[in-house]
């Protein structure tokens, strides 16, 4: 399958600070990319549909100036925790669309503990 | 919109045994049924999927079963050794929104 890189694989904040989430498609171009984020023991929630050079698609419940998704190119999303605070500390993980909508390929998640 | 469910939350089987879990859906138009494989820390992996034209299909151990008029579908393991243990998500997808729609998830054990 195609490959989905994310950076950092884990970061440790303090309270008031600004993290960002890189999420690469390696060796296809990603239409669509989607971030969740996941806490222990649950489904992964999905926070936002990312298209290439339009705004993000916010679900529900998200709050889209705290989480700021930027989809410059076909390859790279990124995803900026602004003013983290401990409630945010969770698994956040991205996906990337191929060619066929249906099919996703994770990346490997990041760790974010917001001391 | 869509809603998927699925059991058990918990799973203990034997090794050697079989394994079955179960997701329904409720939207008929959703059309992609992936299940996922998520070990402790790690991104989720697809470890087989089944379109909405298909009843069933079998990879090795695994297989998955669609009943569409029912409206659910199932993961069947067999012969489970130790490294099936892990957490276990079924998904429906639906091309109007291009979104998964996931269940709860199943965490499987397999006792020695």
């Known amino acids: 399958g195609a490959v989905v890189s994310q950076h950092p694989s884990r970061v440790i904040c303090k309270s008031g600070t600004s993290v960002k989430i890189e999420c690469r498609s390696l060796?296809?171009?990603?239409?669509?990319m989607f971030w969740y984020r996941q806490f222990p023991k649950q489904s992964l929630m999905l926070m936002a549909t990312?298209?290439?050079?339009?705004?993000?698609?916010?679900e529900q419940g998200v709050e889209k100036d705290k989480f700021l998704i930027n989809h410059a190119s076909l390859t790279l999303s990124t995803l900026t925790v602004t003013s983290a605070h401990p409630e945010d500390s969770s698994f956040y993980i991205c996906?990337?669309?191929?060619?066929?909508?249906?099919?996703?390929?994770f990346g490997p998640g990041t760790r974010l503990t917001v001391l | 919109g869509e809603n998927v469910e699925q059991h058990p939350s918990t799973l203990s089987v034997q090794e050697g045994d079989s394994a079955v879990i179960k997701c329904t859906y409720s939207?008929?138009?959703?059309?992609?049924f992936p299940w996922y494989k998520q070990e402790l820390g790690k991104r989720p992996q697809l470890i087989i999927d089944i379109r909405s034209n298909v009843g069933e299909k079998k990879d090795q151990r695994i297989a998955v079963t669609l009943n569409k008029t029912a409206k659910h579908f199932s993961l069947h393991i067999t012969e489970t050794q130790p490294e099936d243990s892990a957490v276990y998500f079924c998904?429906?997808?639906?091309?109007?929104?291009?979104?998964?729609?996931w269940g709860a998830g199943t965490k499987l054990i397999i006792k020695p």
């Open positions: 998904a429906a997808f639906m091309d109007s929104n291009y979104q998964l729609i």
């Open positions: 939207d008929s138009a959703s059309n992609y």
């Open positions: 996906s990337a669309a191929g060619l066929t909508y249906n099919e996703q390929f």
């Open positions: 990312s298209n290439e050079g339009s705004k993000a698609t916010y």
């Open positions: 060796d296809f171009q990603a239409t669509t």
